[in-house]
Each structure stands twice: as structure tokens, then as C-alpha cells.
């Protein structure tokens, strides 16, 4: 990973030159910014940041409004870091967008691991998935990374673009919920079915007509998901 860019939305010196100094340990290239405007501004620059670590209690406006408004503009990995470590929150973080969370105090070893993750989902797909997933309206190109229903693009975080590609490539079958979550997020995450539930809705409601009645990802109740089966040729 020598060479992948980071950038730290930060308003802490010492939190943010920590950070720095390590993940340049690491052989990452790391950028700074103090402030929400700077950093959304730094985050749609060239060369563009393969991940971004976002602190919410930025001094110009909230951490979500920064999520938001860069979601809308660029797919780039966003991991939230934040002294914010009620439930609700850590929901509103990914539903604004972001990718993951991480509450403050954590260690390097754990945010590295997340790092690794969201450069894992922003990458390259495993060879086996090199040829495009149709489904009724629902198109999935891995290779141009696009996903459409119809004649209508979908714009999915890397993360979604993940989870959705992992059901799809198994249709017709039960995804469990520790599989998906191992597959998508990786062996840490076996237990967090809170964090599959938010990105499960969030995929529905961006690929269902009807999110409250989907017709493409299918739970299972206390088990997993079942995506639909591709129609008989």
C-alpha cells in the first residue's frame, strides 16, 4: 500500500501529526486540513485521496455536512473518526455517506486495519468477478464499477458497490449475515450486524422500487440475505 494517499480532516494538530507520523511509517502520503471547507476542497484536488478520515466536531460546520457533500461529488473511501460514540450517531455517520466509524481513543492497529478494508473495496474486484451481473432491471458491471436499473445509473460508495456485488454473486442463495460481514468489512466485523442492517437499507433504497417491499435483496430473518435469483433464460 506504499504510496496510497490519505487525508486527514482534522481540527487537533496533535491528533492529526500522530496519525500523520504513522500512517507515513506506513509509506502512505498523508495531507492534512484543519477545517471542514478546507478539507472537502483538498478532497476533490488532484491527486485525489484514496481514503479520507474524517473528524465530526470540525470548527467551521459538522463532520456529516462535510460526509454529505463530498458523497455527492466523489466515491472516495470515508472513515469517520469522532469522540461520538452513541449508537444513533455511528448510524447518522453512515447513512450521511461514510464507509466506516472509529470512536476516539483507538489505536493505529485497528485504524490501519480499517484503512486496509476501504482500500480493499475502493480496488481492484477478485478476477472472479470480471463479467457483468444481470438481474431483471438491475445491471452490475464490476468492471467499469457501474451499477444501473434500467437506463438509470445508481451511485454506490465503494463500500455498496461491495455488499451489493458480494449478494448478487451469490443469487439465490442465503448470504448469512457473519459471511457477508466477513466478506465485505473482513474478520473484525463478524458480530456488528447493526452495520450490515444500516448498508442493507441504505442499498435498498438507492435499488428498490419499493424499499419496504424489495424485490431484489431478501431477508432472511435471523439468518442473512438472499438476493433474488437471476430469471430463467
Not at 483538498?42 to 454529505?68: E, F, I
Not at 466506516?100 to 490501519?112: N, Q, R, S
Request: net charge negative.
Amino acid at each position: 500500500m506504499a504510496g496510497e494517499r490519505i487525508l486527514i480532516i482534522d481540527d487537533e494538530p496533535a491528533v492529526s501529526r500522530a496519525i500523520r507520523i504513522s500512517l507515513e511509517g506506513y509509506g502512505f502520503v498523508v495531507d492534512t486540513a484543519p477545517t471542514g471547507a478546507t478539507g472537502y476542497d483538498r478532497a476533490l484536488q488532484r491527486p485525489l485521496p484514496q481514503v479520507v478520515l474524517l473528524d465530526l466536531g470540525l470548527p467551521d460546520m459538522d463532520g456529516l455536512d462535510v460526509c454529505m457533500r463530498l458523497r455527492t461529488q466523489s466515491a472516495v473511501p470515508i472513515i469517520v473518526l469522532t469522540a461520538r460514540d452513541a449508537e444513533y450517531e455511528k448510524i447518522t455517520a453512515l447513512e450521511s455517506g461514510a464507509d466506516d466509524y472509529v470512536t476516539k481513543p483507538f489505536g493505529m492497529g485497528e485504524l490501519l486495519a480499517r484503512i486496509r478494508v476501504a482500500l480493499r473495496h475502493a480496488g481492484r474486484l477478485p478476477a472472479d468477478y470480471n463479467s457483468a451481473i444481470r438481474i431483471g432491471e438491475l445491471c452490475i458491471d464490476p468492471v467499469a464499477h457501474q451499477v444501473t436499473i434500467g437506463s438509470r445509473a445508481v451511485h454506490l460508495t465503494p463500500t455498496e458497490f461491495k455488499l451489493l456485488i458480494t449478494l448478487a454473486a451469490g443469487a439465490g442463495r442465503v448470504s448469512t449475515h457473519r459471511v457477508l460481514l466477513r466478506e465485505v468489512w473482513g474478520s473484525g466485523y463478524g458480530a456488528d450486524t447493526q452495520l450490515l442492517r444500516v448498508f442493507i437499507g441504505q442499498l435498498r433504497t438507492k435499488i428498490e422500487a419499493n424499499p419496504a417491499e424489495p424485490e431484489y435483496i431478501l431477508t432472511e430473518p435471523g439468518i442473512g440475505y438472499r438476493f433474488r435469483a437471476a430469471d430463467p433464460a
